[in-house]
């Protein structure tokens, strides 16, 4: 059983930054593929970024490339996702996931365990 814990959303201005981090507890390791979604109120979860085992390969929502860098320490068991240039669009409850490897990051339903989210609100 893995238990993910999210931290470090909050309010911030147009063109603020944030640093999310995602604390996993039991057996995780590097044999999870880590991820972040998001979800607006009334919208889909949806896919913002991830990140391999021992961090080689990263992968990234159109919506984020350029702004947000998904990386991990093993040592820590933690995933962050450091945020920049946020803009009003990026307000969402952002989710933390653990994927198995080989399986497509993209997809919310690949997923095997989740945590409760955070908010990141980004005021205009």
């Known amino acids: 059983q893995v238990q993910l814990v999210e931290s470090g959303g909050g309010l911030v201005q147009a063109g603020g930054s944030l640093r999310l981090s995602c604390a996993a507890s039991g057996r995780t390791g590097t044999r999870y593929t880590m991820g972040w979604f998001r979800q607006a109120p009334g919208k889909e979860r949806e896919f913002v970024a991830a990140i391999t085992g021992i961090g080689t390969n990263t992968y990234y929502a159109d919506s984020g490339e350029g702004r947000f860098t998904i990386s991990r320490d093993n040592g820590k068991n933690t995933v962050y996702l450091q945020m920049s240039s946020l803009k009003p669009e990026d307000t969402a409850v952002y989710y933390c996931?653990?994927?198995?490897?080989?399986?497509?990051?993209?997809?919310?339903?690949?997923?095997?365990?989740w945590g409760r989210g955070t908010q990141v609100t980004v005021s205009s």
């Open positions: 996931g653990a994927v198995l490897r080989g399986s497509d990051t993209s997809v919310p339903s690949n997923y095997v365990y």
